[in-house]
């Protein structure tokens, strides 16, 4: 048994899909530790020897890994979700210049060409 799987301890479970460095991290803490689940306070089950699950299925690529609240990987699932936000952030300002352009509504077009240059220039200056 890992020592951060003691009952009271703060845990994060990340969930991922095929792969991809971003998800979800939900925070918990852990209720009690049995001879082979570790239960959670949101009442998840994890297996003590294998903290990682699928909850879509053998054939699925998503994952639920279970780990201390601390881990390095908590920190990086969470930078590559602003990176992930940030890239939506843009997609959707471009889609809307593309609609402002193709409406002919150019004073809309010019403010949010601006407002899409800026946000690539925020990406650029984090990565």
Same mark, same amino acid.
């Given at each position: 048994?890992?020592?951060?799987?003691?009952?009271?301890?703060?845990?994060?479970?990340?969930?991922?899909?095929?792969?991809?460095?971003?998800?979800?991290?939900?925070?918990?803490?852990?209720?009690?530790?049995?001879?082979?689940?570790?239960?959670?306070?949101?009442?998840?089950?994890?297996?003590?020897?294998?903290?990682?699950?699928?909850?879509?299925?053998?054939?699925?690529?998503?994952?639920?890994?279970?780990?201390?609240?601390?881990?390095?990987?908590?920190?990086?699932?969470?930078?590559?979700?602003?990176?992930?936000?940030? =890239?939506?952030? /843009?997609?959707? #300002? !471009?889609?809307? *210049? %593309? @609609?402002?352009?193709?409406?002919?509504?150019?004073?809309?077009? =010019?403010?949010? /060409?601006?407002? #899409? !240059?800026?946000? *690539? %220039? @925020?990406?650029?200056?984090?990565?």
């Amino acid at each position: 048994m890992t020592e951060w799987m003691t009952p009271g301890a703060e845990v994060a479970i990340l969930g991922s899909s095929h792969g991809k460095p971003y998800g979800s991290i939900t925070r918990t803490t852990i209720k009690t530790v049995g001879k082979r689940d570790i239960v959670l306070d949101n009442g998840d089950r994890f297996n003590r020897a294998r903290p990682i699950e699928h909850p879509g299925g053998q054939w699925s690529t998503a994952t639920s890994e279970l780990m201390a609240a601390d881990d390095p990987r908590v920190a990086a699932m969470r930078k590559a979700n602003a990176i992930q936000n940030r =890239k939506v952030a /843009a997609r959707n #300002l !471009a889609d809307d *210049l %593309a @609609r402002v352009i193709r409406d002919e509504d150019w004073p809309r077009a =010019k403010e949010l /060409a601006g407002d #899409l !240059a800026e946000a *690539l %220039a @925020r990406m650029d200056a984090q990565q």
